[in-house]
C-alpha cells in the first residue's frame, strides 16, 4: 500500500460524458502528479501540482482539467469524452517538487480504469 | 530531459541475478537516473536512482558507467514477484520531478 488513494476504482460512461478522478496524496507529500496509461501510448505525464499550484503540464487534452484543493487533495476531470480517452489513469505523490539530491521519489495509487462506450 | 533505451524485453530464473541494461548516451552532468518498475495490475513503483556512484538499497543496485552514458539495474536473487515492467529515466537538475516514461523492459521471471 503506497498510502496514495485513488477513487473510483472502476469508472464506466458513454461518450461525450464528464468525470471527475479523485485523489489523496500520501500525508504530508505537497507533489501530486496525474499520468494515463493506455495501451497504445503507455504511460504519460499528465499534469503536476505542488501545494496548490500548477507546476508543469504534459500531453494533457484541453479536454481535461485538474486542481489540487487546500487539503492537497487533487481531481482530474475529463469532459466530452472520447473512446480514446478510455484508459488507467494514475496519480502519484511526492513530498516536494523538483529533482534533490536529497529523496524526492513519487508513490503511485492503484489508478482508476476508465471505460468509455 | 535525455532519452534512454531499454531492451524490449529479458527472461531470468528465479532466485538467480538479473542485470538490466539502460543506455543514456546523451545525458548531461546533472541528470539523475532513475528506476521504477510496474508489476502486473499495479501502479509503477520506485526501485532505486543515482547521480554518479553506485548505489545499493533494499532492492537493487544500481551500477553507473564511469562515463554515465549507460547504467545497469542489479536484482541480486530474482523472485517471481519481480516480473514487472522496468523503466529507466532521466531526471534533468530543472525537471519538477515529472516522470516521462519510455517503453521498459519485461522482465519475465522462470521458476
Known amino acids: 500500500d503506497s498510502g496514495v488513494t485513488q477513487t473510483p476504482k472502476h469508472l464506466i460512461t458513454a461518450t461525450g460524458q464528464r468525470v471527475t478522478l479523485r485523489c489523496s496524496p500520501r500525508?504530508?507529500?505537497?507533489?501530486v502528479y496525474w499520468y494515463q496509461q493506455s495501451l497504445d501510448q503507455g504511460l504519460q505525464f499528465l499534469i503536476q501540482y505542488y501545494n496548490g499550484e500548477e507546476r508543469a503540464k504534459g500531453n494533457i487534452l484541453e479536454r481535461f482539467s485538474a486542481q489540487q484543493f487546500p487539503d492537497l487533495h487533487s481531481e482530474l476531470n475529463l469532459s466530452s469524452l472520447e473512446l480514446g480517452d478510455s484508459a488507467l489513469y494514475f496519480c502519484?505523490?511526492?513530498?516536494?517538487?523538483?529533482?534533490?539530491?536529497?529523496?524526492?521519489?513519487?508513490?503511485f495509487g492503484p489508478g482508476t480504469r476508465l471505460t468509455v462506450l | 530531459d535525455a532519452k534512454t533505451t531499454q531492451p524490449n524485453s529479458m527472461e531470468s530464473n528465479e532466485e538467480e541475478p538479473v542485470h538490466l541494461p539502460c543506455n543514456h548516451s546523451?545525458?548531461?552532468?546533472?541528470?539523475?537516473i532513475h528506476w521504477y518498475r510496474q508489476l502486473p495490475s499495479q501502479g509503477p513503483e520506485y526501485v532505486i536512482h543515482g547521480l554518479t556512484s553506485n548505489v545499493n538499497n533494499r532492492m537493487a543496485s544500481l551500477a553507473i558507467a564511469e562515463d554515465r552514458k549507460s547504467s545497469t539495474l542489479i536484482l541480486h536473487r530474482a523472485t517471481l514477484r519481480d516480473a514487472a515492467v522496468y523503466y529507466c529515466?532521466?531526471?534533468?537538475?530543472?525537471?519538477?520531478?515529472?516522470?516521462?516514461f519510455g517503453q521498459g523492459t519485461t522482465l519475465q521471471v522462470k521458476p
Open positions: 500525508s504530508g507529500d505537497l507533489s
Open positions: 502519484a505523490s511526492s513530498p516536494r517538487t523538483g529533482v534533490l539530491s536529497s529523496y524526492n521519489e513519487q508513490f
Open positions: 529515466i532521466l531526471l534533468g537538475s530543472s525537471n519538477t520531478g515529472k516522470l516521462i
Open positions: 546523451t545525458i548531461s552532468g546533472t541528470d539523475y
